[in-house]
């Protein structure tokens, strides 16, 4: 059994900041692929970040340069810095895990964070 608890979304204004955290927990060998997802109101989810065990790291085009997402192996959590929001940044964020048990590899979602942008 394993848990994602998301935390930090929130209402900001247009161009500041916020810190997204995902903290796995549970029957854990190893965390692979973190990632973070958004969904806004009548639209399909979509891919905003993504980060692999080694580091590496894929964005969405329309946070490129003002988001940044990392991670912390040894406190299974994975961040989402978010700077210069745009009140089109807003959406109920998900973070995303691939874990393996050491039985199998598996996928696992958050609960979703709302955050909102104002203009």
């Known amino acids: 059994q394993v848990q994602l608890v998301e935390s930090g979304g929130g209402l900001v204004q247009g161009g500041g900041s916020l810190r997204l955290s995902c903290a796995a927990s549970?029957?854990?060998?190893?965390?692979?692929?973190m990632a973070w997802y958004r969904q806004a109101p009548g639209k399909q989810r979509e891919l905003v970040a993504t980060?692999?065990?080694?580091?590496?790291?894929i964005y969405a085009d329309s946070v490129k340069g003002r988001f940044t997402i990392s991670r912390d192996n040894a406190r299974k959590t994975v961040f989402l810095q978010m700077n210069s929001l745009k009140p089109e940044d807003t959406a109920v964020y998900y973070c995303?895990?691939?874990?393996?048990?050491?039985?199998?590899?598996?996928?696992?979602w958050g609960q979703g964070t709302q955050v909102t942008v104002s203009s």
């Open positions: 995303y895990v691939n874990i393996n048990s050491g039985l199998a590899y598996s996928d696992y």
């Open positions: 980060i692999v065990t080694g580091g590496s790291t």
């Open positions: 549970g029957s854990i060998f190893r965390v692979n692929a």
